[in-house]
Protein backbone atom coordinates (compact mmCIF):
# COMPACT_ATOMS: atom_id res chain seq x y z
CA UNK A 1 0.00 0.00 0.00
CA UNK A 2 1.17 3.09 -0.82
CA UNK A 3 1.98 5.62 1.80
CA UNK A 4 3.45 9.16 2.54
CA UNK A 5 4.60 10.71 6.41
CA UNK A 6 5.07 13.74 6.88
CA UNK A 7 7.76 14.99 9.83
CA UNK A 8 7.62 16.96 12.43
CA UNK A 9 3.77 17.02 12.69
CA UNK A 10 4.03 20.66 14.33
CA UNK A 11 7.00 23.22 13.45
CA UNK A 12 7.60 26.33 15.06
CA UNK A 13 10.96 28.79 13.95
CA UNK A 14 11.81 32.44 14.92
CA UNK A 15 12.47 34.83 11.83
CA UNK A 16 15.71 33.97 9.79
CA UNK A 17 15.93 30.46 11.62
CA UNK A 18 16.59 27.70 8.48
CA UNK A 19 14.81 24.22 8.89
CA UNK A 20 13.41 21.04 7.06
CA UNK A 21 10.43 19.31 6.67
CA UNK A 22 10.80 15.58 5.85
CA UNK A 23 8.31 13.94 3.33
CA UNK A 24 9.11 9.81 3.99
CA UNK A 25 6.99 7.81 1.14
CA UNK A 26 6.70 3.71 -0.06
CA UNK A 27 5.46 4.04 -2.92
CA UNK A 28 5.09 1.34 -6.20
CA UNK A 29 6.99 3.30 -8.65
CA UNK A 30 7.17 6.80 -8.47
CA UNK A 31 5.48 8.80 -10.94
CA UNK A 32 5.92 12.20 -9.27
CA UNK A 33 6.26 13.93 -5.54
CA UNK A 34 4.19 17.41 -5.03
CA UNK A 35 4.50 19.99 -2.77
CA UNK A 36 1.67 22.44 -1.51
CA UNK A 37 1.28 24.71 0.52
CA UNK A 38 -2.25 25.30 2.52
CA UNK A 39 -3.31 28.90 4.91
CA UNK A 40 -5.73 28.05 7.23
CA UNK A 41 -9.46 28.33 5.29
CA UNK A 42 -7.86 28.10 2.32
CA UNK A 43 -7.11 25.04 -0.41
CA UNK A 44 -3.47 23.82 -0.82
CA UNK A 45 -1.58 25.91 -3.22
CA UNK A 46 0.82 23.72 -5.64
CA UNK A 47 4.87 24.78 -4.96
CA UNK A 48 6.66 21.72 -7.16
CA UNK A 49 6.84 18.57 -8.61
CA UNK A 50 9.82 16.16 -8.12
CA UNK A 51 10.17 13.47 -10.32
CA UNK A 52 13.68 11.12 -9.76
CA UNK A 53 16.10 10.69 -7.22
CA UNK A 54 18.51 13.78 -6.94
CA UNK A 55 16.29 16.26 -8.17
CA UNK A 56 15.67 20.03 -6.57
CA UNK A 57 13.19 22.91 -7.32
CA UNK A 58 13.91 25.95 -5.90
CA UNK A 59 11.14 29.23 -5.17
CA UNK A 60 12.16 31.99 -3.13
CA UNK A 61 13.17 30.48 0.43
CA UNK A 62 11.70 27.32 -0.46
CA UNK A 63 13.96 24.60 -1.71
CA UNK A 64 12.49 20.83 -2.15
CA UNK A 65 15.09 17.73 -2.83
CA UNK A 66 14.00 14.07 -3.27
CA UNK A 67 15.75 10.88 -2.79
CA UNK A 68 14.29 7.17 -3.44
CA UNK A 69 12.88 7.23 0.16
CA UNK A 70 12.09 10.99 0.99
CA UNK A 71 11.95 14.40 0.23
CA UNK A 72 13.06 17.61 2.14
CA UNK A 73 11.58 21.49 1.78
CA UNK A 74 14.33 23.21 3.13
CA UNK A 75 12.93 26.79 4.10
CA UNK A 76 15.80 29.18 4.20
CA UNK A 77 15.86 32.45 6.65
CA UNK A 78 11.72 31.82 6.95
CA UNK A 79 9.48 34.46 7.13
CA UNK A 80 6.09 35.23 9.29
CA UNK A 81 4.49 35.02 5.80
CA UNK A 82 6.00 31.62 5.11
CA UNK A 83 3.17 30.35 8.04
CA UNK A 84 0.94 27.87 6.54
CA UNK A 85 0.73 23.88 6.75
CA UNK A 86 3.21 22.36 4.04
CA UNK A 87 1.73 19.02 2.28
CA UNK A 88 3.48 16.24 0.30
CA UNK A 89 1.63 13.87 -2.15
CA UNK A 90 2.74 11.21 -4.35
CA UNK A 91 1.40 9.08 -7.29
CA UNK A 92 2.18 6.06 -7.64
CA UNK A 93 3.87 4.87 -11.09
CA UNK A 94 1.37 2.03 -11.63
CA UNK A 95 -1.49 3.86 -10.94
CA UNK A 96 -3.59 4.54 -15.09
CA UNK A 97 -4.96 7.87 -13.46
CA UNK A 98 -3.43 10.85 -10.85
CA UNK A 99 -4.33 9.22 -8.31
CA UNK A 100 -2.61 11.23 -5.43
CA UNK A 101 -1.73 9.55 -1.60
CA UNK A 102 -1.13 13.27 0.86
CA UNK A 103 0.41 13.25 4.50
CA UNK A 104 -1.01 14.30 6.82
CA UNK A 105 1.36 18.17 6.42
CA UNK A 106 3.67 20.09 8.88
CA UNK A 107 2.41 23.19 10.19
CA UNK A 108 4.75 25.66 10.56
CA UNK A 109 4.40 28.96 12.23
CA UNK A 110 7.51 31.08 12.00
CA UNK A 111 7.44 33.78 14.49
CA UNK A 112 9.11 37.47 13.97
CA UNK B 1 -9.44 34.55 -13.38
CA UNK B 2 -11.63 32.91 -10.43
CA UNK B 3 -9.28 29.54 -10.38
CA UNK B 4 -11.88 27.06 -8.98
CA UNK B 5 -15.11 28.17 -7.45
CA UNK B 6 -16.92 26.29 -4.64
CA UNK B 7 -20.11 26.75 -3.56
CA UNK B 8 -21.54 27.09 -0.69
CA UNK B 9 -18.50 27.84 1.55
CA UNK B 10 -20.37 26.24 4.44
CA UNK B 11 -23.49 23.98 5.25
CA UNK B 12 -24.52 22.15 8.39
CA UNK B 13 -27.23 19.27 7.67
CA UNK B 14 -29.17 16.93 10.03
CA UNK B 15 -28.71 12.93 9.24
CA UNK B 16 -30.90 11.85 5.98
CA UNK B 17 -31.01 15.48 4.13
CA UNK B 18 -29.43 15.82 0.71
CA UNK B 19 -27.23 18.25 -1.12
CA UNK B 20 -25.22 18.94 -3.86
CA UNK B 21 -21.85 20.91 -3.52
CA UNK B 22 -21.08 22.48 -6.36
CA UNK B 23 -17.69 23.40 -8.39
CA UNK B 24 -16.69 25.22 -11.78
CA UNK B 25 -13.07 25.49 -13.05
CA UNK B 26 -12.39 28.42 -15.46
CA UNK B 27 -9.18 27.27 -16.91
CA UNK B 28 -10.23 24.64 -19.84
CA UNK B 29 -8.70 22.07 -17.32
CA UNK B 30 -9.73 18.95 -18.76
CA UNK B 31 -9.73 16.67 -15.51
CA UNK B 32 -11.69 17.43 -11.90
CA UNK B 33 -11.38 15.72 -8.40
CA UNK B 34 -13.30 15.92 -5.17
CA UNK B 35 -11.54 15.57 -2.20
CA UNK B 36 -12.59 15.32 1.41
CA UNK B 37 -9.73 16.78 4.80
CA UNK B 38 -10.09 15.38 7.87
CA UNK B 39 -8.32 16.36 10.94
CA UNK B 40 -5.53 13.63 11.72
CA UNK B 41 -5.70 12.58 7.61
CA UNK B 42 -4.08 12.96 4.12
CA UNK B 43 -6.69 14.43 1.34
CA UNK B 44 -8.27 11.46 0.47
CA UNK B 45 -9.76 11.00 -3.49
CA UNK B 46 -13.99 10.48 -3.41
CA UNK B 47 -14.11 10.87 -7.13
CA UNK B 48 -12.86 12.20 -9.93
CA UNK B 49 -13.65 12.79 -13.90
CA UNK B 50 -10.46 12.53 -16.40
CA UNK B 51 -12.67 14.32 -18.99
CA UNK B 52 -15.36 15.51 -19.74
CA UNK B 53 -18.25 12.53 -20.02
CA UNK B 54 -16.23 11.16 -17.61
CA UNK B 55 -16.41 9.79 -13.40
CA UNK B 56 -14.44 7.07 -11.77
CA UNK B 57 -14.55 6.02 -7.69
CA UNK B 58 -11.58 7.19 -5.86
CA UNK B 59 -10.31 6.00 -2.67
CA UNK B 60 -13.51 6.89 -0.22
CA UNK B 61 -16.64 7.40 -2.89
CA UNK B 62 -19.33 5.45 -1.12
CA UNK B 63 -22.24 7.66 0.10
CA UNK B 64 -21.58 10.07 -2.49
CA UNK B 65 -22.59 10.21 -6.46
CA UNK B 66 -21.11 13.32 -9.22
CA UNK B 67 -21.81 14.61 -12.28
CA UNK B 68 -19.63 15.65 -14.50
CA UNK B 69 -21.88 18.76 -15.90
CA UNK B 70 -19.66 20.25 -18.51
CA UNK B 71 -15.92 20.50 -19.08
CA UNK B 72 -16.06 23.84 -16.51
CA UNK B 73 -18.55 21.84 -13.68
CA UNK B 74 -18.31 18.70 -11.91
CA UNK B 75 -20.50 18.34 -8.78
CA UNK B 76 -20.62 15.98 -5.41
CA UNK B 77 -24.17 14.64 -3.97
CA UNK B 78 -24.67 13.76 -1.14
CA UNK B 79 -28.36 11.64 -0.90
CA UNK B 80 -28.06 10.93 2.27
CA UNK B 81 -26.06 12.46 5.15
CA UNK B 82 -24.23 10.82 7.84
CA UNK B 83 -22.29 12.36 10.42
CA UNK B 84 -19.66 10.68 9.34
CA UNK B 85 -19.48 12.71 6.05
CA UNK B 86 -18.55 15.98 8.19
CA UNK B 87 -15.54 17.37 6.88
CA UNK B 88 -14.02 19.99 4.54
CA UNK B 89 -14.52 19.18 0.67
CA UNK B 90 -11.79 20.47 -1.85
CA UNK B 91 -12.62 20.26 -5.62
CA UNK B 92 -9.33 20.98 -8.02
CA UNK B 93 -8.54 20.66 -11.29
CA UNK B 94 -5.83 20.08 -13.81
CA UNK B 95 -4.50 20.52 -17.09
CA UNK B 96 -3.61 16.66 -17.55
CA UNK B 97 -3.80 13.88 -15.10
CA UNK B 98 -0.35 14.21 -14.41
CA UNK B 99 -0.29 17.57 -13.57
CA UNK B 100 -0.32 19.55 -10.69
CA UNK B 101 -3.95 19.96 -8.80
CA UNK B 102 -5.41 23.62 -8.64
CA UNK B 103 -8.19 23.67 -5.71
CA UNK B 104 -10.86 25.32 -4.57
CA UNK B 105 -11.30 27.25 -1.05
CA UNK B 106 -13.65 24.24 0.09
CA UNK B 107 -16.58 23.46 1.42
CA UNK B 108 -16.90 22.96 5.29
CA UNK B 109 -20.24 20.63 5.83
CA UNK B 110 -20.85 19.65 9.04
CA UNK B 111 -23.94 16.92 9.65
CA UNK B 112 -25.25 16.75 13.04
Known amino acids: EDQVTQSPEALRLQEGESSSLNCSYT??????LFWYRQDPGKGPEFLFT???AGEEKEKERLKATLTKKESFLHITAPKPEDSATYLC?????????????FGTGTRLLVSP | NAGVTQTPKFQVLKTGQSMTLQCAQDMNHNSMYWYRQDPGMGLRLIYYSASEGTTDKGEVPNGYNVSRLNKREFSLRLESAAPSQTSVYFC???????????FGNGTRLTVT
Open chain 1, 50 to 52: LYS
Open chain 1, 89 to 101: AVQAGNTGFQKLV
Open chain 1, 27 to 32: VSGLRG
Open chain 2, 92 to 102: ASSELGSSPLH
